[in-house]
């Protein structure tokens, strides 16, 4: 598995594990039922705490990427990918109307604010 750390990230750490897992599940790189390396080897691995190594399984676990077994360790699980792409459209929809917000009360027109996003979206 290759996670890549940036420690000059606003992301915190976790995060950054975490959504690399998702994006290792969600692309077939990780299939379904593979066994995670433990909380400790991922820690040992990447250089980081276990609390941290810790945090991302919650978070994947409580996302629903993960199943974690007592004793066993935790395992892929099944994902739908449809209904984690509607979690990612409601994130969106929530920081462009934002977005729109600002920009209606700065005075940013339409047009400015979609030039600015499709420029943002080609970075």
């Given at each position: 598995?290759?996670?890549?750390i940036?420690?000059?990230?606003?992301?915190?750490?976790?995060?950054?594990?975490?959504?690399?897992?998702?994006?290792?599940?969600?692309?077939?790189?990780?299939?379904?039922?593979?066994?995670?390396?433990?909380?400790r080897?991922?820690?040992?691995?990447?250089?980081?705490?276990?609390?941290t190594?810790?945090?991302?399984?919650?978070?994947?676990?409580?996302?629903?990427?993960?199943?974690?077994?007592?004793?066993?360790?935790s395992?892929?699980?099944?994902?739908?990918?449809?209904?984690?792409?509607?979690?990612?459209?409601?994130?969106?929809?929530?920081?462009?109307?934002?977005?729109?917000?600002?920009?209606?009360?700065?005075?940013?027109?339409?047009?400015?604010?979609?030039?600015?996003?499709?420029?943002?979206?080609?970075?």
């Amino acid at each position: 598995m290759n996670i890549l750390i940036k420690n000059s990230s606003d992301q915190p750490i976790y995060d950054q594990i975490s959504s690399q897992m998702k994006n290792l599940i969600l692309t077939g790189v990780l299939k379904e039922g593979e066994a995670l390396p433990s909380i400790r080897n991922l820690a040992k691995e990447l250089r980081i705490s276990v609390i941290t190594s810790q945090r991302a399984y919650e978070e994947l676990e409580k996302d629903g990427f993960i199943v974690t077994v007592p004793g066993k360790g935790s395992f892929v699980a099944t994902v739908n990918s449809m209904f984690y792409r509607e979690e990612q459209m409601k994130k969106i929809d929530e920081h462009l109307t934002s977005a729109i917000t600002i920009a209606r009360l700065t005075g940013i027109t339409e047009e400015e604010l979609t030039e600015t996003l499709a420029l943002l979206y080609k970075e």
